[in-house]
Structures are given as C-alpha cells and as structure tokens.
C-alpha cells in the first residue's frame, strides 16, 4: 500500500509544480502584456487601461481554470492510487527527481509538494532507518569503519556509479569499510543542509551496532561545502560523530564558488534593469537556494540571511577555515591538458574553477590552506569524471590507505 501512495504523490506533486509553472508563465505574460501596451516613461490613454482591464480578466480565468483542474487532478490521482503503484521507480525517475529538486527544491519545501526529497541515508538505493535493527539488516556485514558518500548539486546517491565504477564500493572492497550513501534536496540553503546533516550522523553514529572506529567522507561538488556545513555545527555543538570524522575528501568542490552562477546572478541584474526585458529577469530568479549559494559558496545561515540573494552584493561570507585536527584532501578536475595554463586557470572542469577546487584565494584570511600533499590536479578530465576516472580513484585510494 505504502508504494500505492507513494506513486500517486509523486504525480500527485507534477500535477500541483505544472500549475504552479502555468500560472507563473500566465503572470509572466501579464506582465510583458502591460510593458508593451503602456510603454515606459509614456503617459496612458483611456483605450490602454481598457485594453489591460479587458485582458486581465482573460489572465483571471487561466489562473483560476489552472487551480479548479489541479485540484481535480489531486483528488483524482489519490483515488487512482492502487494502479499507480504498479509503476516501478527507476533510476531515471530518481535522476529527474533530483534534478528537479536542485533546480527549485526550496520552492517545493515551501508548498510541501511531495515532490521534495527529505534528507536520509542510504545503502543499495534504499533508506536507512537509524535504529540498529535497520543497519543491522542493512549491513550483515557491518564494521566500524563508516565511509560516508555525498552527492552534488541535482544528483543523488544512485549517480555515483558511473562507467560501471563506485567510488563507495570499490572502496569498501579494497580498503574494509562500510559505505553508506547520503541523500538530500539540493535545492535547499546549503546550511539547512549542513545542520540537517549534522543531526543525521549524530543519530548514525549513537546507533551503529559495532564500536565506531573512523568516519570518513568523500564528496563530490556542492556535496563538499553541505560536509563542511555540518562540521561547523557539529564542532560548535560538540558533536560525538565530529570526534570520530579522520579524513574529507572533496572532488571538485566549489570552496569559492562557481563561476558559472556568479554570472548567472549578473545577467540576472542587467535584464531587470531594461524596461522590456525586466519581467524576464523571473525566470532567472527561480533557481533554488542551493543553487545562488553557489555564487561564493556559502556555508552558515549568517552568509545568506538578511540579503536578497538575487542583488549583486559581492562576497559576504564568513571565514571558516579547514579543521586542523581532521585530515582534507581536494581534487579539481581540468578539460584541458597541463601544458595550457587558460583552461586550468578560467576554464577548469566546466563547472568549478581549479582555485575554487583548491580552497585558493585572493584574500589571504579565505584561503582554505590544503597541505600540498593533500592536493590533486586531473587533467582531461570534466567535473563528472570526478566519479569514474580510475587515476582518480587511485589517488583516493592512496589516501585513505
């Protein structure tokens, strides 16, 4: 029955996000209506405002047919449950759900669209309750050595295979350790995931049902500064899982930022600021949370709160370092070889910025300060290379050993 209901949420969620869209296309042009018949800084005339008044009632009814039909649809689609359940999830259905919630997660978290993905662990694609007798069935095989994988930004758990590789399970086999995947709404403010996380390996650690002997994490992308997010916490509040965390390893990790949403943020701006193009500048701002806290990569709800994350407001973050206590690695990828200094330098693996990658800064109180060793360049390589190249898998492995 559980699977019934949950097929008939998840469309059930499509059905309430496609008349959120038509409405919010539906303002849209509205909006574009208004800007050409009453062109800007030009007075009005009687015939203009009953033009306008005449539309808007058009506008009126779409929104008001839009809403009458979902909510039959949302009926509907709850009495439909018990055939709906007789479709499978895939991973195909995983990846759109995940891409979807890293586009507009936050927004789904605001209407509690069932849609949204609520943060969780997870082994074989399957959650994890955190009661020993979940990770007992879990794990027959269980040990102490916990090696914890978090995904990027629009991914999830299921996406670090890839080209037949896990860096997760082929770690586990060659080094002894016990993998467990996380799961989470990207989407979301990087910091909400970072606290969410920090209650979630809390819970992990006092119930794992053999004495814990490390934690380890790797990560991949926005999922390094959601681990960072965490550890700030978790030391602040004196977690027990912090004390056991030995080694983080980052795979393209935008410390700094990611050039790509910095311009995005500026497009967004020049479009507001020309009167006709101003009601398209909407579609710019419905990128997630999660997604302009790439722009310099924030950490703490302070680097975000009390800003309009749209604005151009500069680098506004406060400053927090390594943990010195805990042994970090980064890996930046490079499309380019090593004999052309442009595409390491602007171009990096086409997403993240090789200094980003790096923790490099031009303020000497920002820079995240790896050790040399403790640093890697792959070149030839994109930023979802990070997952497969077995060059990379190496150096990870020789990290860890």
Known sequence: MSNNKNTSSYLQGYTRLIADATIGITDLVETMHNRVVHPPFLPSTPI??????????????????????????????GQLAPVLGKIKSTDKKEAISSALNGVVGDYLEEKENPLKITMQFRHMSEAIQLDSKSIDEAYPTINGKILLMVHGSCMNDIQWTRQE??????????????????????????????????????????????PVEELV??????????????????????????????????LGTPHHGAPLERIGNYVDNILGAIPYAKPFARLGKVRSAGITDLRYGNLIDEDWQDNDRFEINGD?????????QIECYSIAAVTGKA?????????GDSLVDVKSALGQHKNPAKNLDFKDENTWVAYGNNHMDLLSNPKIYSKIKAWLD
Do not use: C
């Not at 839009?66 to 039959?72: D, E, G, Q, W």
């Open 48 to 77: 203009q405002h009953l033009i306008t008044s005449i539309a808007g009632i058009t506008y009126k009814n779409i929104r008001w047919s839009t809403k009458l039909i979902s909510r039959s649809l949302d009926n509907g689609l």
């Open 217 to 250: 994490i790797i990560a991949h992308s926005m999922g390094g500064l959601v681990v960072r997010s965490a550890l700030h916490y978790g030391q602040q509040q004196q977690k027990t899982w912090t004390k056991h965390l030995k080694k983080i390893v980052f």
């Open 165 to 210: 590789h896990n860096h997760g399970t082929s770690l586990a086999k060659d080094l002894g350790k016990t993998p467990i995947y996380l799961h989470y709404n990207s989407g979301r403010h990087i910091s909400s995931n970072g606290k969410n996380l920090n209650e979630l390996l809390e819970d992990l650690i006092l119930h794992w049902t053999v």
């Open 316 to 324: 506004q973050r406060q400053n927090i370092p390594l943990p010195q």
């Open 339 to 347: 004999t052309n200094p442009i595409s390491s330098a602007i171009i």
